[in-house]
């Protein structure tokens, strides 16, 4: 079956950056594009950006241009998001999901916690 | 890239039908049937319900429906069950993606 599983929580300063990975597993990973989302606290989704196994074809949300990098790694199967120079407004929890049919996203990571804090 | 607009919350008794709106703009939702909706239960992780506009997923209750006019997509959940109270979310791709506020919904 379809499994995400991305790496635990993590406590940063303000300035400082974030690397989360998202381990893909039960299905071809170079067919199906990986997405970030993140989730405030009591706050909605927001698409962060997404990214194509295939051919490392990147997009990302104009928000966060210039401080967010999404790559993958096909010989393990794994997705990489790293947001730099964070504040305090980057505390959320943030998932990987995969991009299924009519561009939805049909599996979920588990989640991972960012807490930036001084 | 402004978030498409859902009511904050809808409310309905069990057995009711309860529509959750959300308006985007001509380059988004009234561009694309690519809206997507999601289910997402407290300390949950958010769940497909809806894709292209009035697609289930498999495994995914007949009770939840889909539809779109113009800029506006709707999710429709009929025969409310206690299970269903959970937040909300709509979806469009626009070349990039874009979500909804959310919407909460209260069964009484």
């Known amino acids: 079956q379809v499994q995400?599983?991305?790496?635990?929580?993590?406590m940063k300063?303000?300035?400082?950056?974030?690397?989360?990975s998202c381990k893909a597993s039960g299905y071809p990973?170079?067919?199906?594009?990986?997405?970030?989302?993140?989730?405030?606290?009591?706050q909605g989704l927001e698409w962060?950006?997404?990214i194509s196994p295939y051919n490392d074809n990147a997009k990302y949300v104009q928000t966060l241009q210039g401080r967010i990098t999404v790559t993958t790694d096909t010989s393990t199967?794994?997705?990489?998001?790293?947001?730099?120079?964070?504040?305090?407004d980057d505390t959320a929890v943030?998932?990987?999901?995969?991009?299924?049919n009519g561009a939805s996203f049909d599996s979920w990571g588990q989640g991972t916690l960012v807490t930036v804090s001084s | 890239q402004s978030a498409l607009t859902q009511p904050a919350s809808v409310s309905g008794s069990p057995g009711q039908s309860i529509t959750i709106s959300c308006t985007g703009i001509s380059s988004d939702v009234g561009s694309y049937n690519l809206v997507s909706w999601y289910q997402q239960h407290p300390g949950?992780?958010?769940?497909?319900?809806?894709y292209e506009v009035n697609k289930r997923p498999s495994g995914v209750s007949h009770r939840f429906s889909g539809s779109k006019s113009g800029?506006?997509?709707?999710?429709?959940?009929?025969?409310?069950?206690?299970?269903?109270?959970?937040?909300?979310?709509?979806?469009?791709?626009?070349?990039?993606?874009?979500?909804g506020g959310g919407t909460k919904l209260t069964v009484l």
């Open chain 1, 29 to 42: 990973f170079t067919g199906y594009s990986i997405i970030w989302v993140r989730q405030a606290p009591g």
């Open chain 1, 48 to 50: 962060m950006g997404g």
């Open chain 1, 94 to 100: 943030y998932f990987c999901a995969r991009r299924g």
């Open chain 1, 4 to 10: 995400l599983v991305q790496s635990g929580a993590e």
């Open chain 1, 77 to 88: 199967n794994t997705a990489y998001m790293e947001l730099r120079s964070l504040t305090t």
């Open chain 2, 71 to 99: 800029n506006t997509a709707s999710l429709t959940i009929s025969g409310l069950q206690a299970a269903d109270e959970a937040d909300y979310y709509c979806c469009s791709y626009a070349g990039f993606w874009v979500f």
């Open chain 1, 13 to 20: 300063n303000p300035g400082a950056s974030v690397r989360v």
């Open chain 2, 44 to 50: 949950k992780v958010p769940k497909l319900i809806i």
